[in-house]
């Protein structure tokens, strides 16, 4: 295997389901929920990385992770899930220091996931593969974070910079309708709103 990704348990914070339901020993995009697990929490085999030169992108940012896992996903030959025990505990410190739960500036966020979306469309064509990876952003990424319980708590101001931030990406980059047409009704609800503006 070039990627193997173990069962993980979350504690205080939350883990990929679906994605342990079953053991792969060989699987993709394609057939299994990946992009469900977008952490670096897995096991890379080291000379897959080097042939493919893979590495983290260095300096401070965002989706890190991404960037490094999407591309490891689309370039490995041999993908294994095992979830037969659990391999990795993701825990939320209790200071609160995870990147995740920080604040963000829109922009730079943003700006990373542009760099996320383009690593996707160089080692993709148009079609399935490249919806599904993208659809896991357009809905995690992006249409979460322009609702609910914690967008209302942010200042006017700020929901506004964030709707800007990621209409203006959807309508750049987001396009194809095989992204969102397989999502339920409130997500398709929140595409169409944040679309229209």
Known sequence: SDVVIGRIEGHGRGVP??????????????????????????????????????RFAEGRRRLEDHLFVVEAYLRAEVISVLSDYTCYHHIRRDDGANAAFQSLDPDAYFGNLRECVDVAEALTEPGDVRDRVLRRWYTVEMLRRVGGKAFLDYPPPYRREMVRAVRELALERFTSPGIWKPCAPHVLLRHTLMRRG
């Open 17 to 54: 389901s679906t994605l342990f339901t079953a053991s792969h020993e060989r699987c993709d995009i394609m057939t299994a929920p990946l992009m469900q697990s977008m952490t670096p929490h897995k096991a890379f085999r080291r000379a897959f990385l080097e042939d493919n030169g893979i």
